[in-house]
C-alpha cells in the first residue's frame, strides 16, 4: 500500500486559491501516475516549458503533444502512460484547448486534473474553463514561480484560478458548478437554445419534468427568465457543454 502525503501549499498572492481534499483513493492512485502531458501547438515553446518543468519538479515524466488528436489518443490509448496532471495552451492554433476539458467530462475513465495556460487576460476566459472542470487557469503572462505552485496545487488536489474583474458574475458561475448533473444537464441545453419539448428528448424525461427543473434552476441561480439567463451565462463566460450522444431530430 502507498504511502500518502497530504501537503500544505501556500497561497498565491492577488489569486483566488481553493484546496479541495481529494478522496484518498485518488490520491493514493495519483502516486503511480508520474507523468505530466503537455499540449501546445508550438514545439520549442512546448519544448521549453518541459526544460523548466524537468528542473523545478523533477520526480514526474514528461511528455509533450501539439494538437488534441494526438493528447486524446495519449490520454486514453490502452498503452499510454498513467497521466498524473495535463497542462494545456487554451489557444492551440485551429484548436481550442477547452475543446480537451468537454471531450474528458464525457469520458467515463478516472478523471485527470487539467491546467490551462493561455496568454488571453480574460476572466470570462478563466470562469469558462473552470466551468468545463479545469482545476487552474495560469496566464502566460505570470512568472515561473506562479505556474511551478499553480501546478504543485493542482497535483496536490486544489484549485487555482486567477480573479482579474471581481464585477464579473462570479455567483453565478459559483452556483451553476453546484446543480445536479441532471440539472446542468437542463441548464446547458436551454443555454444552447433547444426548447422544452427538445430537452426533453434529449435527455428522456417529460416536458412537464424539463419546466420543473428549469423552475428550480432558475431560482437557484436568482435570474428571472431564459433571456436572463443566457445574459448571466455569457457574462461570465460560461460554456455550455456538449452532448456527444446527442440524438436530436
Not at 495519483?30 to 508550438?42: G, V
Not at 453565478?172 to 458548478?177: I, Y
Not at 448571466?232 to 460560461?238: H, L, N, T, V
Request: charged share 20%; proline share 5%.
Amino acid at each position: 500500500m502507498p504511502q500518502c502525503v497530504f501537503r500544505h501549499v501556500p497561497k498565491v498572492t492577488n489569486w483566488d486559491f481553493v484546496i479541495s481534499r481529494p478522496p484518498l483513493v485518488t490520491v493514493c492512485r495519483n502516486l503511480y501516475a508520474m507523468t505530466i502531458l503537455i499540449i501546445d501547438d508550438h514545439p520549442m515553446l512546448a519544448a521549453g516549458l518541459k526544460s523548466m518543468l524537468e528542473h523545478h519538479i523533477p520526480d514526474h515524466d514528461y511528455v509533450t503533444c501539439t494538437n488534441l488528436t494526438a493528447a486524446r489518443a495519449l490520454l486514453f490509448g490502452k498503452d499510454g502512460p498513467a497521466v498524473a496532471l495535463v497542462i494545456c495552451d487554451l489557444g492551440l492554433g485551429a484548436e481550442n484547448g477547452a475543446e480537451l476539458l468537454t471531450y474528458m467530462q464525457a469520458f467515463s475513465g478516472p478523471r485527470i486534473p487539467v491546467l490551462m495556460i493561455s496568454g488571453l487576460v480574460e476572466q470570462a476566459a478563466v470562469n469558462s474553463c473552470r466551468g468545463l472542470g479545469a482545476k487552474g487557469y495560469v496566464s502566460k503572462t505570470d512568472n515561473t514561480d506562479v505556474l511551478i505552485e499553480a501546478i504543485r496545487t493542482v497535483l496536490a488536489g486544489g484549485e487555482v484560478f486567477p480573479s482579474w474583474d471581481n464585477k464579473c458574475t462570479s455567483q453565478f458561475l459559483d452556483r451553476a458548478l453546484k446543480l445536479t448533473d441532471r440539472q446542468r444537464a437542463v441548464m446547458d441545453l436551454a443555454i444552447a437554445a433547444l426548447s422544452n419539448k427538445e430537452i426533453a428528448r434529449e435527455l428522456d424525461i417529460t416536458d412537464g419534468t424539463v419546466k420543473n427543473y428549469l423552475r428550480q434552476i432558475y431560482g437557484f441561480l436568482n435570474v428571472k427568465n431564459r433571456t436572463d439567463f443566457g445574459v448571466q451565462a455569457a457574462k461570465c463566460g460560461y460554456i455550455p457543454r456538449t452532448f456527444p450522444t446527442a440524438h436530436r431530430v
